[in-house]
């Protein structure tokens, strides 16, 4: 820390990064549900022992207060001198603190650090602290550009890597420590800090216990990423016209447990729906765990691994009600809602977790991109949007890749119209969810033979010339195409090009669910 800021108050912010790859480093299911776990508790965890244990000022419990989640409203440190140090927030991979002078600030940020590296490893963590002033909202901005210069100019440190002489665990390469005493297998620290994390909780033994059942009755495994838009661009409009500190402390902190409150509700609410679904079909509820498993939930970032042929319309159950929700409400902005994108990956049961997550991943990540294009904007708002991709063999690559590649047939004709709107305001358009769900299921009852549907996807990856001859000739042999399902070929406003207008549906059509919701 700068020494003139050593007798200044400040606020600091404590910053975990690249979560989901410290999460996903590892391909074994305990190791990344252990992993996950790890990040949920560890910054709380941190920053308690750091303000007692520091080796250079040491904090009584009378003078801090991390009593952010017990009572949203207690912001002792304003009115009583003696406290020293204040959680503002904390969640979202990131905390925020208030202190009297940054000499505690320096030795804590210190202690904090060190917990961290021998609680997990390899967690990163970036610090920075500014000067308080009087205006919270300015201090904050300062802040996260002090942030992002510490992360553009420091290098990303690694644990220390292997010499020729020192074993590699497999899974992550990172040097060798020991033997799992369960399965004798040969691990690092990380793996061992992320196995004894799952071995001291029953339901976490549970969670891994039936992750690699979740493709019972089906040949592919849906892993899920669903992410809130513009949640940071939102909260910060939210606000940016709070300059009080206590007032903003408490907005943002109600705004915190408002998203981390709604987000997990709605989960847990749409699993719940997803069990009465389940068990119209015959599955009991003891049974569940082996068909939905929860992987890593962080605020609006969520994580799951389930059946397929559930996972679209949980996805689109989920989607709906969580966007029923209202984010915020005053009178300057009015009524501000949740939105979401999702990514859903097909992929075999052999494929590793962590593989199927980045496809997930990468899906809610264009599903993002098109949602955010100003054409497809709602009111200004970014929508809901889902985007999928089946992985038809053991070659992975980026999503974008894999449609340059696969996708794309004629010039500027393109096979995959996804990502698809959930909204109703975009029910004129092409890529409306309700069109695509409603063609899956008419496909589902039966419109074409077997051969016939093989006959559309094999004529759709060759070109639209020849996909239009083949249409031609199944008309000439009595066929007919309903004129609900629509033309073979559509234009997509703000794309180029035209998009096959069946093609995701048949390849998705089994896993869609026998009835719409």
């Known amino acids: 820390m700068k020494k003139e800021l050593l007798d200044k108050e400040v606020i600091c912010i404590y910053d975990t990064r690249a979560i989901q790859k410290f999460i996903f480093s590892n391909n074994n299911n305990i190791d990344i549900i252990g992993a996950g776990n790890i990040v949920s508790d560890v910054l709380p965890e941190a920053l308690n022992y750091a303000l007692e244990n520091n080796k250079g000022m040491p904090l009584g419990r009378d003078e801090y207060c991390m009593s952010e989640m017990e009572d949203p409203d207690n912001v002792p440190y304003f009115d009583d001198q003696k406290i020293r140090a204040q959680v503002v927030t904390i969640g979202g991979g990131n905390a925020f603190m208030l202190y009297r002078t940054g000499r505690p600030c320096s030795e804590v940020s210190k202690a904090f650090s ?3 590296l021998e609680h997990t490893y390899s967690l990163q963590v970036a610090v920075a602290a500014v000067a308080k002033t009087e205006n919270m909202d300015n201090d904050i901005n300062q802040l996260y550009l002090k942030l992002d210069r510490i992360k553009n100019t420091e290098a990303f440190s690694h644990p220390l890597g292997t010499l020729p002489i020192i074993k590699k665990e497999k899974t992550s390469g990172a040097p060798v420590i020991g033997t799992d005493k369960d399965t004798g297998e040969e691990i690092s620290m990380q793996t061992f800090f992320r196995r004894e994390k799952v071995r001291t909780d029953k339901h976490l033994q549970n969670k891994v216990r039936t ?3 979740l493709s019972k009755y089906n040949d592919k495994l849906a892993y899920i990423h669903m992410d809130g838009n513009s949640m940071g661009l939102t909260i910060g409009r939210i606000m940016g016209s709070i300059s009080d500190y206590k007032e903003g402390i408490i907005a943002r902190r109600r705004l915190n447990m408002n998203i981390m409150n709604q987000y997990v509700q709605t989960l847990a609410d749409s699993k719940d729906w997803l069990l009465t679904r389940m068990s119209d079909d015959g599955i009991p509820a003891e049974e569940s765990d082996r068909y939905f498993q929860e992987l890593h939930t962080g605020g609006d970032d969520i994580n799951l691994a389930m059946n397929a042929r559930y996972s679209f319309m949980f996805v689109e159950h989920f989607i709906k009600e969580v966007s029923k929700k209202t984010l915020w409400n005053d009178d300057r902005l009015g009524m501000i809602y949740f939105s979401v994108c999702a ?9 590793s977790c962590r593989m199927g997550l980045w496809l997930a991943e990468s899906c809610c990540e ?5 949602a955010k294009k100003p054409i497809n904007l709602i009111n200004g708002n970014v929508g809901n949007w889902i985007d999928f991709h089946i992985n038809e063999d053991s070659y992975i690559n980026d999503i974008d890749t894999i449609r340059e590649d696969r996708f794309k047939t004629d010039t500027n004709t393109y096979l995959c119209l996804r990502p ?3 909204d109703r305001d975009r029910s004129d358009t092409p890529t409306y969810y309700e ?13 074409y033979e077997e051969k016939v549907t093989k006959m559309l996807l094999d004529g759709y990856g060759v070109g639209m010339s020849y996909m239009e001859n083949q249409l031609k000739s199944f008309e000439l042999l009595g066929g007919e195409i309903p004129d609900s399902i629509g033309k073979a070929y559509v234009r997509v406003a703000g794309r ?17 669910g026998k009835a719409s919701i």
């Open 211 to 213: 992750l690699g059942e």
């Open 435 to 447: 069109k695509f769900k409603a063609l899956c299921h008419m496909l589902q009852k039966g419109i």
């Open 420 to 422: 698809y709107c959930v």
């Open 343 to 351: 990514g859903i990956a097909l992929v075999s049961p052999d494929v």
């Open 366 to 370: 264009t599903a993002k991109n098109e």
């Open 496 to 512: 180029e090009g035209s998009y096959a207008n069946w093609f995701d549906a048949l390849q998705v059509m089994d896993y869609m």
């Open 114 to 116: 060190r917990y961290i």
